[in-house]
């Protein structure tokens, strides 16, 4: 690594309006739902990313997928607007969302594919020779068992 330091940020998760983010570099066009993931860093920076909601209805992607979500994060290898503030990367992130998707209803193992595609070094175009993808799987249903035996702990009183 180059010298970085890593900081754990939390954040919000916000709706906004997708016709605000049709010309979007990242996802151009409308989408069904944008989700704003805001965040402050150190010194009181405000960072705003905006993710791009949409139901798979047709094409490939429907054999396997209900939704699709697309994050565009700046490039840490040029200033902003284009690029990432101080060359920030992302190194992890986790987006928890209540209420917004349901679990199937068939048992199984059931996938999460990503793909992350990086940017060409020292620029802000994207590297698509280099997109690597990601699955994590959900295991349904969840199996929670508890067991319970009453022990007598010292002298009781009536």
């Known amino acids: ?76 290898y040029v200033p902003p607007p284009q690029g990432s503030p101080g060359g920030m990367s992302l190194i992890g992130i986790v987006v928890s969302v209540f209420g917004g998707f349901t679990n199937p209803d068939t048992p199984g193992e059931h996938p999460w594919n990503a793909l992350f595609v990086p940017y060409v070094r020292g620029s802000a175009a994207l590297n698509s020779e280099q997109t690597a993808q990601s699955t994590s799987y959900a295991r349904l249903p969840v199996k929670l068992s508890a067991s319970a035996k009453r022990q007598k702990r010292g002298k009781r009183k009536p």
Request: aromatic share 10%.
């Open 1 to 76: 690594m180059r010298g970085t330091t890593a900081e754990l940020i939390v954040g919000t998760v916000k709706a906004d309006n997708p016709a605000n983010h049709v010309t979007s570099s990242c996802a151009p066009g409308m989408h069904e739902a944008v989700w704003i993931l805001e965040f402050v860093l150190a010194g009181g920076a405000i960072y705003r990313w905006p993710m791009y909601v949409d139901r798979v209805r047709t094409g490939p992607e429907a054999a396997f997928s209900t939704a699709r979500m697309v994050i565009g994060f700046p490039s840490p």
